[in-house]
């Protein structure tokens, strides 16, 4: 066997290292292709080969343990006349074997922005500047949000919960999809799509799924309910069958309209605070009583767990109580409960698993929805694990089913994304990790930063992206994009 590893001398290029193993011993024997400067995909990792084969792993600049026996000509041609017999390729598909992998770049677009400004302008600014696709808000929540190149207006108030897309009313249940305005008008997703197809832009559906304040106080019974019994409304619960059904009735809708993507933003259970209008509390609250605060109870949860064998009733008293006492004493459990990893083990960590199985049921109802079609799902989830493990989001579970995840990588710059990163890739394994950017102010940090980010992700294999948001920034920041994607 031979493995290399991260010790020893180090290899500040990055490239593609095809390792040939002599069929006479183990004699390593290394040929370097360095198919470009910053390779698009691939991973750094331990391997190990084995006689008579051929392997290969892209290179970071990292220490690794590299010590090349030196190759005359002849006994490299040799060994190059082996490459397609090891890879099991014709020697004419090489070169396509080799190549980098194309850059996928999606702009996360609302359906105003594209109305107003004209979707052919729009479209042709985002393709000037490297995107490969857009992804429209197809259903989404409300806000206040400034717009500095609109023509039409520059500050703009949402119609809260509403889809950006024809529904088909045959295939919703109880819960009916409220209708933009711009729909109403005639302009829509399905609008929208055909230009871009037009212009060879590919076409992603953006659909917020469990938080709907208008669904929630139409429906109180399909909102969540906290521990004292108090409906939380701008949260939907994925336990509850309504909410599935209305769900897999919007991807069928999408699909249907072709989407090629359906990004699911809040397929999970909510929190506590979500920037409802005009939030207020006069106690202080820290992160265990705030994750305490946001726990369901409903009558969808109780019916859930019980079918699952699991006593919800344990952790509904827990939180009750804890929190009673806490609205009376705050400084009762202050150094007690800081954060979730203080609350006691033997009743949350089977609850914290069992909340993994709701949304990982319910990925499954969504991608049987889609069966059939070419659109593909992907959930978004934090880069944060402990603020995955407070919503009930696994990867290791959710992207088998779906096939990949898109991960908000909003952090401080490359050195912050690294971990994280590497730690999500070890968890979905070969499924497609998408990594979404800020590229506005303050958030993205300035130019360096989002060059710095994205840089990183892409020397560690990442190669779909997402960028927030069209409507938000100015020109300029697309020119950040395409120097990018370079």
Same mark, same amino acid.
């Given at each position: 066997?031979?493995?290399?590893?991260?010790?020893?001398?180090?290899?500040?290029?990055?490239?593609?290292?095809?390792?040939?193993?002599?069929?006479?011993?183990?004699?390593?024997?290394?040929?370097?292709?360095? &198919?470009?400067?910053?390779?698009?995909?691939?991973?750094?990792?331990?391997?190990?080969?084995?006689?008579?084969?051929?392997?290969?792993?892209?290179?970071?600049?990292?220490?690794?343990?590299?010590?090349?026996?030196?190759?005359?000509?002849?006994?490299?041609?040799?060994?190059?006349?082996?490459?397609?017999?090891?890879?099991?390729?014709?020697?004419?598909?090489?070169?396509?074997?080799?190549?980098?992998?194309?850059?996928?770049?999606?702009?996360?677009?609302?359906?105003?922005?594209?109305?107003?400004?004209?979707?052919?302008?729009?479209?042709?600014?985002?393709?000037?500047?490297?995107?490969?696709?857009?992804?429209?808000?197809?259903?989404?929540?409300?806000?206040?949000?400034?717009?500095?190149?609109?023509?039409?207006?520059?500050?703009?108030?949402?119609?809260?919960?509403?889809?950006?897309?024809?529904?088909?009313?045959?295939?919703?249940?109880?819960?009916?999809?409220?209708?933009?305005? &711009?729909?109403?008008?005639?302009?829509?997703? $399905?609008?929208?799509?055909?230009?871009?197809?037009?212009?060879?832009?590919?076409?992603?559906?953006?659909?917020?799924?469990?938080?709907?304040?208008?669904?929630?106080?139409?429906?109180?019974?399909?909102?969540?309910? !906290?521990?004292?019994? !108090?409906?939380?409304?701008?949260?939907?619960?994925?336990?509850?069958?309504?909410?599935?059904?209305?769900?897999?009735?919007?991807?069928?809708?999408?699909?249907?309209?072709?989407?090629?993507?359906?990004?699911?933003? $809040?397929?999970?259970?909510?929190?506590?605070?979500?920037?409802?209008?005009?939030?207020?509390?006069?106690?202080?609250?820290?992160?265990?009583?705030?994750?305490?605060?946001?726990?369901?109870?409903?009558?969808?949860?109780?019916?859930?767990?019980? !079918?699952?064998?699991?006593?919800?009733?344990?952790?509904?008293?827990?939180?009750?109580?804890? &929190?009673?006492?806490?609205?009376?004493?705050?400084?009762?459990?202050?150094?007690?409960?800081?954060?979730?990893?203080? &609350?006691?083990? !033997?009743?949350?960590?089977?609850?914290?698993?069992?909340?993994?199985?709701?949304?990982?049921?319910?990925?499954?109802?969504?991608?049987?929805?889609?069966?059939?079609?070419?659109?593909?799902?992907?959930?978004?989830?934090?880069?944060?694990?402990?603020?995955?493990?407070?919503?009930?989001?696994?990867?290791?579970?959710?992207?088998?089913?779906?096939?990949?995840?898109?991960?908000?990588?909003?952090?401080?710059?490359?050195?912050?994304?690294?971990?994280?990163? $590497?730690?999500?890739?070890?968890?979905?394994?070969?499924?497609?990790?998408?990594?979404?950017?800020?590229?506005?102010?303050?958030?993205?940090?300035?130019?360096?930063?989002?060059?710095?980010?994205?840089?990183?992700?892409?020397?560690?294999?990442?190669?779909?992206?997402?960028?927030?948001?069209?409507?938000?920034?100015?020109?300029?920041?697309?020119?950040?994009?395409?120097?990018?994607?370079?």
């Amino acid at each position: 066997m031979l493995r290399m590893t991260r010790e020893g001398s180090k290899c500040d290029k990055l490239g593609v290292m095809l390792v040939l193993v002599s069929e006479i011993g183990f004699e390593k024997n290394v040929r370097e292709f360095y &198919l470009n400067s910053r390779p698009s995909s691939g991973r750094r990792s331990d391997f190990v080969a084995t006689s008579g084969t051929l392997c290969y792993l892209f290179l970071e600049p990292a220490p690794f343990h590299i010590r090349p026996t030196p190759m005359r000509r002849r006994t490299f041609l040799h060994h190059a006349a082996l490459l397609p017999a090891a890879f099991q390729v014709p020697l004419r598909d090489m070169a396509s074997f080799l190549a980098p992998a194309s850059l996928q770049a999606s702009m996360w677009t609302y359906l105003w922005d594209l109305h107003d400004e004209g979707p052919e302008n729009v479209l042709a600014r985002l393709k000037e500047n490297g995107l490969t696709a857009l992804s429209i808000a197809a259903a989404y929540h409300n806000g206040k949000f400034l717009a500095p190149h609109n023509p039409k207006r520059k500050v703009i108030f949402l119609e809260d919960g509403t889809v950006y897309f024809k529904p088909t009313p045959s295939q919703y249940g109880r819960i009916k999809p409220l209708v933009n305005s &711009l729909v109403t008008e005639g302009f829509d997703f $399905a609008r929208v799509k055909r230009e871009a197809d037009r212009m060879g832009l590919a076409t992603n559906a953006w659909v917020v799924c469990c938080h709907n304040t208008p669904l929630g106080s139409q429906y109180p019974d399909i909102a969540c309910e !906290d521990a004292f019994g !108090d409906k939380i409304v701008h949260n939907l619960c994925p336990s509850n069958p309504d909410v599935r059904s209305y769900l897999k009735a919007i991807v069928k809708d999408l699909a249907a309209q072709g989407a090629g993507r359906i990004e699911l933003e $809040a397929l999970q259970f909510q929190g506590y605070t979500h920037g409802f209008h005009h939030e207020r509390e006069g106690i202080v609250l820290n992160a265990a009583m705030k994750f305490l605060l946001g726990l369901c109870f409903c009558p969808s949860c109780r019916r859930r767990a019980a !079918d699952a064998e699991f006593d919800l009733s344990s952790v509904w008293k827990f939180t009750h109580q804890t &929190l009673t006492k806490h609205f009376e004493d705050q400084s009762a459990f202050a150094e007690q409960y800081r954060s979730i990893d203080d &609350l006691p083990k !033997d009743i949350f960590a089977p609850f914290l698993e069992w909340r993994t199985s709701v949304t990982a049921s319910l990925a499954e109802e969504l991608v049987e929805a889609v069966s059939g079609t070419e659109t593909r799902l992907r959930p978004l989830a934090s880069i944060d694990p402990t603020a995955r493990l407070m919503v009930g989001i696994d990867p290791a579970r959710t992207a088998p089913i779906t096939g990949g995840l898109l991960v908000p990588g909003y952090v401080k710059d490359g050195a912050a994304l690294r971990l994280p990163l $590497a730690e999500l890739q070890k968890l979905i394994g070969a499924n497609e990790l998408i990594l979404g950017f800020q590229v506005g102010l303050p958030e993205s940090g300035g130019k360096t930063e989002f060059l710095d980010r994205l840089a990183t992700a892409r020397a560690m294999g990442i190669t779909s992206f997402n960028f927030y948001n069209y409507g938000f920034i100015p020109y300029s920041h697309l020119i950040w994009i395409k120097e990018g994607l370079i």
